[in-house]
């Protein structure tokens, strides 16, 4: 059973651009055949909790004598990472909220980025999700193109490349909208054209995506 874990963390739950690429994304999944399975986590509508101790960064084995973590987060920690871990395919809706990711999608980075569970610690070769595709749709009110100075003001998408990437060991692509504001705010029309331009070409690469890791 292909498995897709959907998530999203747009605040906007009726013109969010994040949200309907990444539907887009699972339309074409679950077009693949009645095997493709897609569990979608909304990070918005149901949010976790900060982890309440830091000490939830580490398994058992790695925290220090005496620590005592609240034994339900780490039920729900365990129930991410399981959740995670079962999936072939990880999409992640990622809206630029002040030049980084969503709080409660950094929520769920804290709880799924564990040393030698998720990710590596010294010798332990802990990689579950390594190899795996994760699929980034990143959704930007202002521009961000390259060679213009804010081309680097975009923090969401290279820490999550870090994390899913690097640690984790995934193979990280991104889909990218820019300028979703411009048309509500009056753009010039060459900045609107680009808008949607950019739109629709996400939700074509989410289509396609979905079909050639499906
Ligand atoms: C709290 C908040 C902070 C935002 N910060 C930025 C920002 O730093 N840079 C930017 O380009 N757009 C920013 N925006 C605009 C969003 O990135 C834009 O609306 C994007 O389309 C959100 O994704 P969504 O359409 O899936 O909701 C912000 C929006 C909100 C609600």
């Known amino acids: ?17 994040s949200r309907a690429i990444t539907q887009a994304f699972a339309d074409a999944w679950t077009a693949l055949g009645d095997d493709h399975v897609v569990v979608h986590r909304d990070l918005h509508r149901d949010q976790l909790p900060h982890l309440s101790h830091a000490d939830l960064h580490f398994p058992k084995q790695l925290r220090p004598e005496g620590s005592v973590v609240d034994p339900a987060q780490e039920a729900l920690q365990a129930e991410i990472i399981a959740e995670l871990t079962a999936a072939d395919v990880l999409l992640v809706g990622v809206p630029l909220y002040n030049y980084s990711m969503a709080s409660t999608l950094k929520a769920w980075v804290d709880y799924i980025h564990v040393p030698a569970v998720t990710a590596p610690f010294g010798d332990l070769d802990t990689q ?7 699929v980034l749709v990143s959704t930007r009110g202002a521009t961000y193109d390259a060679g213009t100075p804010t081309e680097f003001d975009d923090h ?3 820490a999550l490349s870090i994390i899913l990437g690097q640690a984790l060991g995934m193979s990280v692509e991104t889909i990218v909208a820019t300028r979703t504001l411009t048309e509500r705010f009056g ?26 890791l499906g």
């Open 1 to 17: 059973m292909p498995t897709l874990l959907r998530l999203d963390s747009s605040s906007d739950p009726t013109t969010s651009r």
């Open 187 to 212: 753009g010039p029309s060459a900045e609107v054209a680009k808008q949607h331009a950019e739109f629709d070409a996400a939700l074509a690469a989410a289509a396609e995506a979905a079909t050639r």
């Open 156 to 158: 969401a998408i290279p």
């Open 128 to 134: 579950p999700m390594r190899g795996k595709p994760a």
